[in-house]
């Protein structure tokens, strides 16, 4: 790493930029990650729901976890 106090005004503006473009990009990736939890975490909490009542119709329980599997937060 570079000693910082022997860097002249150039260098230490164009490692400046450098860390601001790094931040940025890392911003666009934490975003893009916490828009696929929050896709997610509707889906756990839409299937969780279907168990509040307990239903005989499994087959049907099944039907609705695979739809919202599917379709929940993929438009």
Do not use: C, W
């Not at 790493?1 to 666009?28: G, I, V």
Request: glycine fraction near 2%.
């Amino acid at each position: 790493m570079s000693d910082y106090l022997e860097m002249s005004l150039e260098q230490l503006q164009k490692e400046h930029a450098e860390l601001l473009a790094f931040n940025e990009k890392l911003d666009r990736e934490r975003n893009g990650y916490r828009k696929y939890a929050m896709k997610y975490a509707k889906k756990v909490q839409m299937i969780e729901s279907l168990f509040v009542v307990p239903s005989d119709d499994h087959e049907l329980t099944i039907k609705a976890i695979k739809t919202i599997v599917e379709r929940v937060g993929e438009s």
